[in-house]
């Protein structure tokens, strides 16, 4: 059993919003695909794609994509990034999802998927004076991209925004390159049996950059 | 510049599904809702819940909880676990997102959500003799529920999905517990200014479980 | 009489497909616009409008603006830069055109317009071992912005695609401050008779991205 | 970043003309021509003439061709004039561009054109007794064909428009005897590689009198 601290507050109900939402989700997506959620639970998952996103909630995933259940696997993290390989026996969250979607699930792509206005970004780029917490946990998580960071700050002659866009891209294909040190994916890739890719999402216009992966450039596809 | 090593596939393309599903959220959501994109862009995020899902296909919480851009912060590992407050210098991702969730971003509430059928979970009742990589991610990310594991495993009157359920809804009540060894998480809960919760998603029914916050049990909501 | 030397090809003719363009002209647009002509050759010009573009001959500012006979008055020179104010008695063309546009046609706005893939900017951040000619013109002109094109040159975690934009920009916004250096603009500017304004034309996507006058960020305009 | 002078107009929007002058050539010309940007964009351009035109608004060389994206390189100065070849290591833009034309982008042709009334022809003919600005930038421009504007300003039996059209031609020979100053221009044009051409147009007629290259003379092109 759970041990309830005497002070915890014993009323906190669950969310309204929360429970609304999903009342129409039951009434709306679930009742159209009553079928397709009770298969993936028959037959288990196999989504083609591991998407490695931000925990911002204007940029998630499913919703940019349009995805369904069981379409994309998805790892949610500050900034969206990857580190690189390290087998120390530490907790490594994001290698542990990696792991499990190449090795266990045989994802077909990885994704990589930055965006705009990216508050780990600008947190990279404007080292405070303290951190939010005596931990540090951002500060340190950040610190992955910290040479890349010094190196974009440097440019004063691009504005603020620019900075923040580039450090933004500048880590997708760094992410990308980590992604490139863990053995499991180099060897798949050479053997052409994963993808990687990298994409940028722009909150105020909706606009999706695909990373060129010839030139690590970002670049709107075409619209259909 | 990106390095690319001489051998990647160079000319593989952005996965078309995925490209499908954007076209249909820029004629669909984003069409309807620009406004609130812009405006969220403009002003900010400030989502008042966290959730620490799991990367699972079948459960992404912005379409369990039919949730538009803006309301969920979300983060996304193996088995939604949630580590022990740990100020070692070390890279803690979840425990990153969780610190600029509630520092800086003030959420109200935090959500862990476990959902059914979880592999994390099973990976952790069913240890492998070998690991899915050298590396042992997956291995060493759940050993964080391991004395849990082995003891529900011990529990031979259960069926196996017993088990399993056992230890998902176990897991979600270790991450709460483990979310309050954050200091700045037990003190705004005691201060009232935020909510912890647990719920479970039944990937085959759709139905959603909340957790009992005096008892820890899992119930169905009432429904409206 | 000009002096004709020699050995001069005496029998060159006028390319013929510029006496094409010119006959499609007076059947078109001057055919449709006669008096237009004839009034503004009545008048004089009284553009509203100074452009400072370059010579590239995919962005022409008529082209781009769809602008009829005597609107805009157009500077064109390489890479569209504006030099700073030099009152040393020395020749120079752009001020000059600057100084005929404020004082004697008294212009109203004053765009600077950059463009993307352009040779000027692409010459300023790879500088060539030996210059185009003895005269080194072009890479005496570009030495304007070279510290900026070395200070971009330093950023290697951007694409060459990525360090080329960014210097287009960044000399866009050098062009506004030197064009402030001239009293003549900084005094009208600061009785509000004068406006200055940034613009980025991408070849390619034909999208103009216009300089936020608060923040010197690019941004491309509502569609009607 | 921008320095923005406190008592900047924060407010100024870029110019509505220009805006929708931008919309209608997206929905018309871009729209009609979206293949041949593009391909400009990938392989970059190589026009085959050089324009050496004036600022004039009545007078772009576009406009009098009917030139679409590709087609002509063009540099505007006040009164089309190029100055002599002067390697002294300073800013020379209207040479810059030169250079660049036929050295980097080896045009065949490089055409001259002026045009009626030019304001510049008129400041050079009717020196005034103060400058436009202190920098008097305009004066020393011209001062380029001052020799030939005293001797035009001798010749009371012209009126003043045969005085100014006199000028205006004469300053186009002058223009293009400077071209032959430059040693990539006249080696060129000694390995028929490059021709010179002179053109003056009549804002006022559409008429567009080419340059005789025998004699000098401006005659009419036959008609097709």
Not at 26 to 42: D, F, P, Q, V, W
Not at 67 to 74: C, D, R
Not at 122 to 144: C, H, N, Q, T, Y
């Amino acid at each position: 059993m759970i041990r309830i601290p005497a002070n915890r507050i014993c009323m906190s109900a669950f969310p309204e919003q929360l429970l609304n939402g999903y009342r129409s989700f039951m009434s709306g997506r679930y009742a159209h695909e009553t079928n397709r959620y009770r298969e993936l639970a028959r037959s288990g998952q196999s989504p083609e794609t591991l998407i490695v996103a931000c925990c911002d909630s204007r940029a998630a995933p499913e919703t940019i994509f349009d995805a369904g259940p069981g379409e994309l696997f998805v790892v949610r993290n500050v900034a969206n990034l990857v580190p690189p390989y390290s087998p120390d026996g530490e907790y490594h969250s994001t290698s542990a999802a990696l792991e499990f979607a190449v090795q266990s699930l045989k994802v077909k792509n990885i994704v990589v998927m930055g965006h705009g206005r990216c508050g780990g970004i600008r947190a990279a780029l404007s080292p405070v004076a303290e951190p939010l917490s005596p931990g540090d946990f951002i500060g340190k998580w950040m610190s992955l991209v910290a040479p890349a960071a010094e190196d974009v700050s440097k440019n004063t002659m691009l504005t603020a925004a620019e900075r923040q866009t580039a450090l933004e891209r500048i880590s997708i294909r760094f992410s990308i390159a980590n992604l490139r040190t863990f053995p499991c994916v180099s060897i798949l890739e050479k053997k052409e049996r994963l993808t990687l890719h990298g994409a940028w999402f722009d909150i105020s216009t909706g606009e999706l950059w695909i990373m060129n992966p010839e030139t690590g450039d970002f670049e709107r596809p075409e619209a259909e």
